[in-house]
């Protein structure tokens, strides 16, 4: 997979890439990701990529002429699955939608900043738009990042132990089951029986019972979505 993110601070989102499973699965050659500089597409003398609001208002907007160029100019290089726009009113990121996007060849992600960008370029160029929950953060670029790393996970072979994505919370609709490691006894506080015991059936019926009574306990809109799941 290769992944371009479009920003205008791309030191913001670097390191996020340079550590752990990220920075391991560029090393496999999984996946590569390539931050553009927008500054670098800028049309102004003063390299301005935003401007007043037309109408009047607070805030400023991006504008469309770097971002069109920009877009432009990485179509040009490749074929894009998906372009997509970081964005709070758009699609909330669930696990099932990065599994969807694991599978992709290209993407390329557009950071948004100040009051947002030319509607324009929504209408021509984007073709997905995702949020990452509820509440507005200061740029896309936290978003993207998130996003990214959701993604990258999933593509076959980043992970070591192929097994551990399809234990995650959000997998299955079922949050995760505690987990534990040394000591034991900590102060007094045991580790249940049944994870020392050594037999694999019961320890997978065990955490089965955890994963949703948790579930329940804590998202019964999950709960309700896993049921539905197992009728059909
Ligand atoms: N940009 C600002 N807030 C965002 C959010 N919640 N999700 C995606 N992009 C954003």
Known sequence: MHIDIITVLPELIQ??????????????????????????YAVSKHKNVDDYCYGGGAGMVMMIEPIANCIND????????EI?????????????MANTFSSAQNLMVLCGHYKGIDERIR???????????????SGGELAASVFCDSVIRLIPGVLND???????????D?????VYTRPANYMGHQVPDVLLSGHAGEIEKWRMEQ???RTKQRRPDLMAKFQGGENN
Do not use: C
Request: hydrophobic share 35%; proline share 4%.
């Open 15 to 40: 390191s996020n890439f340079e550590h752990s499973i990220l920075k391991r699965a560029q090393q496999k050659g999984l996946v590569s990701v390539n931050l553009v500089g927008l500054r670098n």
């Open 74 to 81: 990485l179509r040009s290089k490749r074929k894009y699955d």
């Open 84 to 96: 997509i726009y970081m964005t709070p009113d758009g699609e909330t990121l669930n696990q099932k």
């Open 123 to 137: 209408e021509l160029f984007i073709t997905k738009e995702i949020s990452i929950g509820d509440y507005v953060l």
């Open 162 to 172: 192929e097994t551990s994505a399809l234990t995650d919370s959000f997998q299955d």
């Open 174 to 178: 079922l949050l995760s089951p505690p």
């Open 211 to 213: 994963a949703i009574s």
